[in-house]
């Protein structure tokens, strides 16, 4: 891998390897635009462009949209298709390199790069898309198993239906949040006395307040209604990855999903990270997911079989004090479906996705308590106290808390291709 | 009831009492733009508001939107809030009614009204709103009752929480499509021998291709997000009204729907129709839903008692040869969950809806077998064959079928207001 003749930490999730796209303002800017991250800095893609002219940013072809960078959401710039992005990111590449082909653009321009790079700190983000329809998928095996025994007990842990197709449900949209944004806790109808008969819920803050560690998929390519899109061309219809934080009150979803499903128990907020992973950036990162012992039907069956990504996961949990714990270490990997598995389902009637939609993995949990990606399975369901740095424990999250989740791959020659945070604070009913 | 300069079949559902509103175009002008119905006319706005003027139809303070019936849907025009579309609607049934206090704007303007008013089968509609999310209920007690006694018996037919709160689930919005667009079979996942084990499923064309008659409900006003609607509020933020089918998947559903709830089943396509009649229009048929013996948590009770519609629903079922039978005849009343007690239980937890966002009632059917909104419930889960005129019969769709939703309220004076029809044919997978 090239260096960067910038500054960039060993340690930095955003290395030249990476560059994540993201919407941005600055103190120079106010108006929403796109940027990218590197080391600690963001670069400003749309003052990039007016300034050295698009052309050396975007392919011959794709002169005609300059405007992409300038706009309040990636979805622009999505549209355009996987290769344009595969050239916007080389080029950029090319720019921050130590050998740059082109020095005098960037590299030995001290007035422009003053202009478009900020640290980190000094530049707001914001959600990256404009997202049309949110799924939410369930294919962290280790999660489905470890909570279906809670339920249902070992033998009926995972429905039948599991192994033979990505299950999945329809999110809510309106509710997606950046990584940042406080997230209230719910009040819901919940069943104080669960034995009680006849039941009777009472209407109150959640006391179940949990988090759900997932990855989040963005669509490039929309397909039409009534037209499936096939197995082997669903990874040309992935723009990119967050991190996904699918905030869940326990206690109102446990009351209300049948038989229809989660609502108001998922629906109050979901935060993913803010800047969007190129699936080309990931792509080295592709490895074995967990091995399905089912015969699958045709359309689920890809040719090759490293499908998922081998991303480092981590989860802290920060009490009102100020104690960070790590309360969780897990990996991407602990997926029995992958993003084109569930893309060639979700697609298989005809329903079509469109550009900014997203797409939610599931809880990912690793094979061990520890390594869970909720603190339902971290707490046995409420049973067992989790034991925080400073002396205090949680089994679900109280007001003040923040939950931060980081990830990260490491590349052969130790650089690193990450989410950086995907954060939220817990605010009172 | 006024009436109009305009000959107004009596048993049109567009009568001077209704004026409801869409997304057209016209042979004149092909962009997409703002429509209402008046009998068998399509009164263009935007065409109407240009030669006229705005502020002929637009209150004082909105006038400076003109151009909210020149876009392509309705959100714009939604988006100005009830005592606009009230304002709107009084104009537009003044500037049509025989004593119209304006005669020399249109009535007596015969070069005008050759310009604005279109036989309905000239203009072509579109769907009428830039859906956000989409959320469908289950608020038919009748329906849930007997599904839930084809799958649980008679003892728990329906879930402890039914009548405790408006049940419901997050549903596609990219599939939702305009009254006339053909309707294609899914394929997908089904076990051909449920019985069997293990399970075994199948991907084929779905064998159980059913309707949900429903009621739709559009939002006209957002609520941010970790702040509720209360339900006194909750009327202010309804738009209007469609009918919508909730075509179904009956195989596939029943093999993929636990434990996330519905997906592949219900995704693929959405029938809504193409005007939205304002909930101004249909206020006057408000009327008592069904009753619910559970005590209500405050934030379900209304005021008033007269809380859901008395719309009487009507659907055909005209098979490939042309052959029509009135499959059902049911009312809107047939609720046991009001729009204003949906919208105060979805957004409970600090869920935002917004403008555009579409709510379904829930399949609505009467309380015997023959008022039934789904064939699931006609064909007591295709065990029982429905006789067609012609001689054939059904228990789920043909391909080449056309199903044909209408609705409509009659006034004292026997004014009619209604929806026109929400159609669409099946085609083969």
Known sequence: MARSWLDIDPSSDFSLANIPFGIIDTPEDVTRHVGVAIGSYVLDLKELAHRIGANNLLPFGAHSTPGVFETRTLNAFAKLGRSVHRHVRERIQDLLSENTSCPHLLRDNAEL??????????????????????????????????????????????????????????????????????????VGQILLDPKAEPKQPTVAPSRKLDIELELGCFITKSNDLGHPVSIDEAEKHVFGYVLLNDWSARDIQTWEYVPLGPFNGKNFTTTISPWVVLADALEPFKTKGIENPT???????????????????????????????????????????????????????????????????????????????????????????????????????????????????????????????????????
């Open 113 to 186: 790069r003053e202009k478009v790079l900020w640290p980190q700190h000094r530049v707001r983000m914001f959600l990256p898309m404009d997202i049309g329809d949110y799924t939410d998928f369930y294919a962290g095996y280790h999660h489905a198993y470890a909570v279906g025994v809670m339920f249902r007990g070992p033998a009926n842990a995972l429905q039948p239906n599991y192994t033979h197709l990505p299950v999945g449900y329809h999110g809510r949209a309106s509710s997606i949040v950046v990584s940042g944004t406080p997230v209230r806790r719910p």
């Open 295 to 429: 015969p699958l039907q045709d359309y689920l069956k890809e040719k090759r079989e490293e499908t998922v990504f081998d991303i480092q996961l981590e989860v802290d949990l920060t009490t009102p004090d100020g104690n960070t714990t790590t309360i969780t270490k897990t990996n991407g990997k602990n997926l029995m479906w992958s993003f084109p598995q569930m893309i060639a389902h979700h697609t298989l009637g005809g329903c079509p996705l469109r550009k900014g939609d997203l797409l939610g993995s599931g809880t990912i949990s690793g094979p061990v308590p520890e390594e869970s990606g909720s603190l339902l399975e971290l707490s046995e369901g409420g049973k067992r106290v989790i034991q925080l740095n400073g002396g205090e424990g949680r089994t679900f999250l109280k007001d003040g808390d923040t939950v931060t989740f980081r990830g990260f791959c490491v590349g052969k020659e130790g650089e690193r291709v990450g989410f950086g945070e995907c954060t939220g604070r817990v605010e009172g009913a």
